[in-house]
């Protein structure tokens, strides 16, 4: 394994380091009366609003609809992820020191296993809160449910809610990218020319 | 048929029109409908706000007899709020709810009135800084700070040994103090307070007072520090130096004469009246050296707690008072062509500008001139010990045939006056320098005081003027005998004055401040967090929700939240109880009040902001069922945000119980 997929790693691993600081993904609810609309941000260990009272506001208009009231202690991912993350970096790191290809290949496996499994369980709690609504709602609408976009735009009633990925969730990204070039270079130098070498030292160097 | 109509709407136009120039003695005639608002397009454009944009001025009107300030935005008239200061607001509970109530004390007991004149905003160095406005209640003397976070009235102080307290609330330049004057002469006793005496005794028992209230930087809270006890002539306006004459407060007095009686004649028989200025700062060293004496006083002091949101009144005991006699230097009186009303101090702080309704010019002092005067010893007498300077040595000239009825003069940044004629319903601009009239506009009709933002301060904004009118006859559809009274606001940016828009306002508008928005905007609170809720009787949970009985008193401690109070069911009151309600608003979000009523309660709504507690008292008359609600259109789900009390007979055996949806616990 060369030195600059080593390189790539260490990136890829602040990469996901970043994801301490920034929100993963974001939700905004537009709507007549809310000028400059509602945002949620949700982050590795929390969920955030606009201002502090956000989620109250969320909360008080979803409740028309029967949805339960979002709060930060229903997720228990919110408490497991930074650990996740945590071992992510952890087991880059050691990846980027051992130099071992195929512990690459496994690396980058856990995380596209956990970007995928972070998805699908954001997708599900969407469901879960757009779906399971309370029978005695004062607004019910024959079918007629709420959860946002998992990504994307959808006018639901008065509300058109926006759905993207955040900076974090960027930063996710570009860790996958920079991971999967890294696995790429380093399973590329096997079958390649020795005399390409040169190259690829310049390219260390000048990186 | 038609051809008839038309020719008596014609004539009726015609009478109409020659009234009106009667009435207005108007000369300008080109001008009463050349530049009216609706024939110019480009008037228009210049007041027209667009939807969903904003003023470019926050204007404060009092609202006189209303009691309350009138919040325009500028230049669009478009009315903001209508802030209740010295009269109950049954529309928010302001002066009803058990929190407010306080704030209206006064030593005569709970005064639910008052006649509000001059609305002045806190400067910082020379400058309105947005932070306090500044009213005075002429009828009950007081003086009120209004928060302009909130636009709540935030305090009001009683002023003692006073009457008639019309030149208030005037600032000096850094609002170190606002001051207070009697327009009305009473017995002031020495002892303090107002004595019975023989009405015939007012030459030699009445007297005025000229109180200085000292305001503190940090928090704007007022405090009175000392009293002038002067002669008994009716004080009438005032205004602080700027710049060089910073340290001096003027005053405008009238009936120097001291007619006790039909005082339109008896006050109006000297040829001259006084200008008194004090120097504020040498008083207040006076004070502090022990000068001052302290008498037995009874006022009230009404402040909001900004944790709680409750008035508490404490009532003063002593006053400390200042003789001119015994404090040389402090006092002079420089006459002024009779019965003034404005005195106005020009951005420089050199030219004093004093309106004298009855004069035929407008006298301009020089600060200059007075000091050398004050120097030269240059007295023509004096009267009780207070110098009187000879009018020709402090004058630095007169604007000749300015128009009749000259009532207020403020001042543009180009070194331009603009005085009010009430008699001759006109603005006229003039030269502060030259002392030439330079242009004339009639206003519609008979202007009290015009206001040009900032126009009393070392910095106008001249690019508006506010006419305010006393008079509005034909200016808007008739509504029956009682009308509003009218304001025009004028383009002063130019050469000539240009009317651009006339607008109706409430109750009597006797003075407005102006000051560009973003100074006030940036500041306002959009609600009250929850969590710095202090009220003792708040309920931050709607869990704790509940129903405590004390004797005959009954305390709810209810929440509201869209779209339910909790409880919403309550038994056990019974008639002649005395049911407090204690609504919290558990919203934490802009623009969320919920609104509180009951079914036959002598008293009037709530109006509950965001994050804040209100009390309402109710004590039924009637035993049955009785309906309550939010008043506030709320939400989608407003309607059924109601709920029921049972009231029971007195005696009756039936226990406190109170539920929200299913019943639950009772005590």
Same mark, same amino acid.
């Given at each position: ?207 | ?113 008052? %006649? ?222 009779? $019965? ?79 005085? $009010? ?80 828009? %006339? ?131 709320? $939400? ?11 009231? $029971? ?19």
């Amino acid at each position: 394994m060369k030195k600059i997929s080593s390189l790539l790693v260490i990136l890829s691993c602040l990469f996901v380091a970043a994801t301490f600081f920034v929100p993963l993904w974001y939700i905004n609810l537009e709507a007549p009366q809310y000028p400059g609309g509602l945002q949620m941000y949700i982050w590795l260990s929390q969920i955030t609003g606009t201002d502090e009272f956000t989620l109250q506001n969320v909360n008080i208009l979803n409740h028309y609809v029967g949805m339960a009231p979002i709060h930060q202690d229903s997720f228990v991912e919110l408490q497991i992820m930074p650990y996740v993350v945590m071992v992510l970096i952890a087991l880059g790191i050691a990846v980027a020191i051992i130099r071992n290809r195929k512990l690459l290949a496994g690396w980058v496996g856990l995380l596209i296993v956990s970007g995928t499994v972070g998805l699908i369980d954001f997708y599900r709690w969407q469901q879960a809160f757009g779906n399971n609504l309370d029978p005695n709602a004062p607004i019910k609408i024959e079918g007629m449910t709420y959860s946002p976009p998992f990504i994307g735009v959808k006018t639901l009633l008065n509300i058109t809610a926006t759905s993207f990925p955040h900076l974090g969730g960027v930063a996710f990204g570009l860790a996958l990218l920079a991971a999967i070039a890294a696995t790429y270079l380093a399973f590329k130098k096997t079958n390649q020319n020795p005399a390409a070498l040169p190259t690829n030292k310049l390219i260390t160097h000048v990186l | 048929m038609k051809t008839s109509n038309k020719i008596s709407l014609t004539l009726a136009c015609a009478i109409l029109a020659g009234s009106l120039a009667l009435s207005t003695g108007c000369r300008n005639t080109e001008s009463t409908t050349g530049a009216a608002i609706g024939s110019d397009t480009e008037a228009a454009a210049k007041v027209f706000v667009a939807p969903g944009k904003h003023d470019e001025y926050y204007s404060f009107l009092s609202g006189g007899f209303n009691g309350q300030v009138d919040v325009y935005g500028l230049p669009s008239g478009r009315l903001l709020k209508v802030i209740p200061v010295f009269s109950q607001n049954p529309e928010n509970g302001y002066g009803y709810s058990e929190e407010s109530k306080p704030m209206l004390n006064t030593s005569f007991g709970f005064i639910p009135w008052d %006649d509000l004149h001059h609305p002045k905003l806190s400067r910082t160095n020379g400058k309105p800084d947005g932070r306090f406005l500044f009213v005075n209640g002429n009828n009950t003397p007081r003086i009120a700070r209004i928060d302009l976070k909130t636009f709540e009235t935030a305090e009001i102080i009683e002023i003692p040994n006073s009457a008639g307290q019309h030149c208030s609330p005037y600032p000096t330049d850094n609002t170190e103090y606002v001051v207070a004057g009697t327009r009305f002469a009473v017995p002031i006793a020495d002892g303090g307070g107002i004595e019975d005496v023989p009405l015939d005794t007012y030459k030699d028992k009445f007297r005025a007072s000229l109180s200085f209230i000292k305001v503190d930087q940090a928090s704007g809270e007022m405090n009175i520090d000392f009293q002038i006890l002067v002669p008994g002539f009716d004080f009438d306006l005032a205004n602080g130096g700027k710049g060089p004459s910073a340290d001096w407060m003027f005053f405008t007095s009238y009936n120097t004469e001291k007619a006790g009686t039909m005082k339109e004649i008896g006050a109006s028989q000297n040829d001259k009246d006084y200008l008194a200025a004090i120097n504020w700062k040498k008083a207040a060293e006076y004070a502090a050296q022990g000068k001052a004496r302290e008498i037995p006083a009874n006022y009230y002091h009404n402040k909001l707690d900004h944790k709680t949101h409750i008035v508490n009144s404490t009532q003063k005991k002593t006053v400390r008072v200042l003789l001119p006699e015994d404090c040389p230097g402090m006092m002079f009186l420089i006459p002024v062509p009779k $019965s003034p009303h404005g005195v106005d101090v020009d951005p420089t702080g050199e030219n004093i500008v004093v309106s004298g309704k009855l004069a035929a010019v407008i006298p301009v002092h020089s600060y200059t001139n007075m000091i050398k005067a004050i120097e030269d010893k240059a007295y023509e007498t004096t009267i009780n010990g207070i110098p009187v300077l000879k009018y020709e040595s402090v004058l630095a000239g007169e604007v000749q045939k300015p128009g009749l009825g000259p009532l207020h003069t403020e001042f543009d940044a180009k070194g331009n006056a603009y005085t $009010s004629m009430f008699v001759s319903s006109e603005v006229v601009k003039w030269n502060v320098k030259s002392r030439q009239v330079l242009d004339r506009i009639p206003v519609y009709y008979s202007i009290g005081h015009l206001m040009i933002p900032g126009g009393d301060t070392q910095n106008p904004d001249g690019k508006y003027l506010l006419a305010m009118n006393k008079i509005t006859k034909d200016r808007y559809l008739p509504t029956g005998p009682e009308l509003a009274q009218s304001a025009q606001l004028i383009d002063i940016s130019g050469e000539k004055m240009k009317l651009l828009l %006339d607008f109706p306002t409430f109750g009597e508008p006797h003075y407005a401040q102006a000051i560009k928005a973003d100074m006030v905007s940036k500041n306002s609170t959009k609600f009250y967090r929850l969590d710095e809720n202090e009220h003792p009787y708040a309920t931050k949970k709607e869990a704790d929700a509940r129903v405590e009985r004390k004797g005959n008193e009954v305390h709810v401690y209810m929440t509201a939240i869209r779209s339910h109070l909790a409880p919403d069911n309550i038994e056990g009151i019974k008639v002649g109880d005395e049911v407090y309600f204690h609504v919290t608003n558990l919203e934490q979000d802009w623009d969320v009040p919920h609104g509180f009523a009951v079914m036959g309660n002598q008293n009037a709504e709530l109006l509950i902001m965001p994050g804040e507690t209100k009390t309402l008292k109710w004590v039924p008359t009637k035993k049955g069922v009785t309906p309550f609600y939010c008043t506030d259109f709320c $939400s989608a789900l407003h309607q059924e945000m109601q709920g029921y009390a049972r009231v $029971s007979e007195k005696g009756a055996n039936v226990p406190i119980k109170f539920w929200l949806g299913e019943p639950k616990k009772g005590i």
